[in-house]
């Protein structure tokens, strides 16, 4: 079974997370009080995931999330942000979280996005030889607007970069949560039509409008196209819906506090923080994302030169 370890001062919380993951059957919890006692409970007992709440005492959230990513970076770890801790979430995904889920959308957002998180961080580690002597990949997909299919797609181009050996396995599991976010905007957003702002009004109408449209003409006729060109410098994606296409300026600014809880430009978040860079056609129906690769010694000195300016 799944391990996920829990991280919350408030007992109330930690009962409402596991009711809601426990209802799974396929999870296996424990938990714990704060990010000290968190850190125990990943020595003897490693999770596969971490949720975590970020004011605690001891040591907090933003804390576990660092030192999760440095000393544990297959470990995927997910921020629980209450009202008010908006721009703590942002910055927790900054510094290594993999997602976040707030604490007002529980009972809509938890499992789904745990799931996600799951399925991108994936459970293949083997490095093959072959593929480390890969130069260069580039492919082209034409897909369906079916969520299985589109994830799959992101399960295997993690493969590709982890077998390739490129990038740290934390930026891996990012670059993968950005995806995931720009093809099912791509689907649902672009192809189907449904609008976000329904989300936020009615949960259950949003998915429900989404699969009825993806039996429907000409929404159910219309495919996402992923560009994908790998090399030792970067990973390169396009994606491209048959919408009609959008304005980005019109979408609320998502790193405002007011916006965070909001479903509306959560996936741009997400993507604008994982990836190096991110541009729209004029249409507004492609995205392409850039992560770069940073090489080993740049990253050291990086490290070296911020050591020493604390010092």
Known sequence: MTRILIVDDS?????????????EGTFSLYYARDGREGLDQIVSNPP??????????????????ETVRRKYPLIPVIVMTAQGNEKTAVEALERGAASYVAKSQFKEDLVDIVKRVLAVSGQQRTVRSLMQRMRRMQCRFVLTNDPAMLTSLVAYLQNLLREMDLFPESDRLRIGVALEEALLNAAYHGNLEVSSELREVDHTRYYALARERAAQSPYCNRSVHVEVDICSDGARYVIRDEGPGFDPGTLPDPTAPSNLDRPCGRGLLLMRTFMDEIRYNDLG?????????????????SAAGQKTAVE
């Open 11 to 23: 007992a109330i919380d930690r009962r409402v997370v596991g009711g809601l993951l426990g209802h």
């Open 48 to 65: 596969d995931i971490i949720l975590t709440d970020l004011q605690m005492p001891q040591i907090d959230g933003l804390q576990l999330v």
């Open 285 to 301: 129906n492609e995205v392409m994302m850039f992560k770069r690769v940073v090489p080993a010694e740049s990253t050291s000195k």
